[in-house]
């Protein structure tokens, strides 16, 4: 099955619309596919920091809200990444030329919120897992409502493609290890009160 570009279904433009292609899309799951190219935010000489895995999972969620609003006559799609839960990286860096497959899958969803179990692999090897929290709609529309809900509470804007990432310098990214600690590398980030 062919799926549309990228960059038709998303508000995502280079440099900050990461993925390759929508590869995979079902009710309630999406895979892309990324390559991790020199030049491209964050990456630093040859290497990336694996927490870009948030990025690259926010993106492929935006793509599957993206792909079945347009399959439905729906506009264009907005929300906004919450935050994340159990991100595990099983390395402490991408490497320029890796070609990664991202997948999502809908865990539970109330509402406009929705949460996602997200994976990135590098052929075979699982690199990063997770669950993301997501809003779906026009945060401006939520914050006019009155909702707790406000576009100052994201970490990642999925309808401009801007994240709390982009304003960390890259050499704030790195999660290197020493030799005494585990090759796998937990991290949680604290989501917003309802």
């Not at 997770?130 to 409502?145: I, S, W, Y």
């Amino acid at each position: 099955m062919a799926f549309p570009p990228l960059d038709e279904i998303l508000p995502h433009r280079p440099p900050m619309l990461l993925l390759d292609a929508l590869t995979a899309a079902e009710a309630e799951s999406a895979t892309c596919r990324a390559t991790v190219r020199a030049g491209a935010p964050f990456v630093v000489g040859e290497r990336v920091s694996s927490l870009i895995a948030l990025e690259y999972f926010a993106q492929t969620v935006a793509a599957l809200f993206a792909y079945k609003a347009r399959s439905g006559a729906g506009g264009p799609f907005r929300g906004l990444l919450l935050g994340a839960r159990d991100l595990e990286l099983a390395a402490s860096h991408l490497r320029v030329g890796d070609v990664l497959d991202v997948h999502c899958r809908e865990q539970w969803a109330s509402g406009p919120v929705a949460q996602f179990h997200c994976t990135l692999n590098r052929g075979g090897e699982q690199l990063a897992t997770g669950a993301v929290t997501v809003l779906r709609g026009d945060p401006a529309e939520f914050a006019a409502g009155g909702s707790d809900l406000s576009p100052g509470t994201a970490a990642s804007d999925l309808s401009s493609g801007t994240s709390s990432l982009s304003s960390t310098p890259a050499s704030d990214l790195s999660l290197g290890t020493s030799a005494g600690e585990p090759s796998v590398t937990r991290l949680d980030l604290v989501e917003p009160a309802p």
